[in-house]
């Protein structure tokens, strides 16, 4: 099953909400704790109690508010979207449902617990002028589930994960699978909600999917020791490889990622289609531009590196072409071997720029060189369209589902190849690739990458699939292309 497919046909699954009883009197409390009410992520029953103040708190056959607090999160990236900074959340809150006091100020009412980020929230009682009348903590659990639970080795195991939370020591969760490290589930523009898709690996019998944090890459092991000990889950969950045949992934090909639709302008130009993966066939349509006129078609993109020589833009002809009588033009051309995201392209007349436009290069991956042989064959990873900002320009290769490594396309102006020796017990073994953040400005509260190829980026499911949807995009294009996927492939070990 093709990694493509597993991360870009992401939705939110909803389950069923919790009932939350909420009852409120003018009977003063006899302390001044709080019940802290707790339920999971996938809001099981529960309920909570929230008493008055030493003086009457509510008013009789009054209208209320029942408030929930929360935060929303997103992607610190520079002005040019080329750099990660870390992430951002700002605190939130969402009205649950109105509620009247009765006579003599009391009321009862029942809410379902919102879908979002776990651990600590608000429930609070607000009036008509938005003053916080009362609150109490409500706690929600993070859950982890895995479907299926057994199957053939291949099988596509569906990871989720409900109730990841927002502040540190909450936000950052790194899976493995039979104590090896596969890389970071994250919900950061998702509300808590992660979905991962993993091949099962291994001889038949028990395997084990764990999930414990670490702010850093790799789950930290005795959090029990650590400064900050923070209630978190470390799930342990069982997957059995049965026999059967292999599932095996689609051909490379097939896990493309779909070209982007052009966009037509009424003055000015456009290419056809708007994103599309190297060499495929396009053209560069212009309207309204000045008649009769010849056209030098320019290209824009980024050489260099950021760990030796530095980087810079530089433009380049990619060929001419003539304006019509009434300003129009099509010229063909292929999408150029090149870094991917996105590219400036320019109608020159003269010494005149009279129109601009972007092409977007997706990334796309090749089949093995090599897919079957001994224990120590020689076969290489191959990908193009690879980008070069801090978000996109490397990969990281997981084989088995263990992290092996990562790649950097920027020198190699968004070519990867990785000359890998296959190894393990004769049988089918997984090659996924995973986009990852090369590095970042760190802080203790943004928990940013520090350092080079710090973890891969196994997913963040986009719950919502538009331009805040998925990843640590370093443009709004990427976040539902390159950072919503990875790409995946498979080799055979046989008995020399």
Request: aromatic content about 10%; proline content about 6%; some cysteine.
């Amino acid at each position: 099953m093709s990694r493509h497919e597993r991360l870009t046909r992401l939705a939110i699954a909803l389950a069923a909400t919790a009932l939350v009883a909420v009852a409120c009197t003018t009977q003063p409390r006899t302390s001044t704790a709080t019940e802290q009410p707790q339920a999971t992520a996938a809001a099981r029953p529960a309920t909570t109690a929230a008493a008055a103040a030493p003086t009457p708190t509510f008013h009789a056959n009054t209208s209320y508010d029942l408030v929930w607090t929360t935060a929303s999160g997103t992607w610190k990236l520079s002005d040019d979207r080329s750099k990660y900074a870390g992430r951002e959340y700002k605190p939130a809150q969402k009205v649950l449902r109105s509620v009247i006091s009765d006579a003599s100020g009391a009321f009862t009412a029942t809410f379902a617990v919102p879908q979002g980020f776990g651990y600590a929230h608000d429930v609070m009682v607000a009036d008509a002028q938005k003053v916080i009348r009362n609150k109490s903590l409500f706690d929600v659990d993070m859950e982890t589930t895995i479907t299926p639970t057994s199957g053939p080795v291949g099988t596509p195991i569906t990871v989720e994960v409900r109730g990841i939370g927002w502040q540190s020591y909450q936000n950052s969760f790194q899976l493995a699978y039979d104590n090896a490290y596969t890389g970071w589930v994250s919900s950061i523009t998702t509300d808590g909600y992660g979905k991962v898709v993993i091949p099962a690996t291994g001889a038949p019998g028990t395997h084990y999917i764990t999930l414990g944090h670490s702010e850093f890459g790799a789950p930290y092991l005795n959090p029990q020791q650590q400064p900050v000990v923070a209630s978190r889950p470390f799930p342990h969950i069982a997957f059995t490889v049965t026999d059967g045949l292999a599932v095996r992934p689609a051909p490379a090909s097939q896990q493309g990622f779909p070209t982007i639709a052009a966009k037509p302008v009424d003055k000015g130009i456009w290419t056809a289609p708007a994103g599309a993966t190297v060499g495929t066939p396009a053209t560069l349509n212009a309207k309204a531009l000045p008649a009769n006129s010849d056209v030098e078609v320019v290209w824009t993109t980024m050489v260099g590196n950021r760990s030796v020589t530095g980087f810079e833009e530089r433009t380049k002809t990619l060929g001419k072409t003539k304006t019509d009588a009434a300003g129009t033009f099509t010229w063909a051309f292929n999408v150029p071997d090149d870094l991917g995201g996105n590219h400036v392209m320019s109608a020159k007349i003269g010494e005149a720029i009279v129109a601009k436009t972007t092409l977007y290069i997706l990334a796309n991956a090749f089949p093995l060189s090599v897919t079957q042989g001994p224990s120590g064959t020689k076969t290489s990873v191959h990908l193009k369209g690879v980008g070069w900002t801090e978000t996109e320009q490397i990969y990281h290769l997981v084989y088995d589902n263990a992290f092996a490594g990562y790649a950097c396309a920027f020198q190699s102006a968004g070519d990867i190849e990785i000359f890998l020796t296959v190894s393990g017990e004769p049988g089918w073994h997984y090659i996924d690739m995973y986009p990852g953040i090369y590095q970042g400005t760190w802080s203790p509260r943004s928990s940013s990458a520090r350092s080079a190829g710090v973890t891969s980026y196994l997913a963040e499911s986009a719950s919502r699939r538009n331009a805040d949807g998925a990843g640590p995009p370093s443009s709004r294009r990427r976040i539902a292309t390159a950072h919503s996927s990875g790409l995946s492939s498979e080799v055979s070990t046989s008995r020399s």
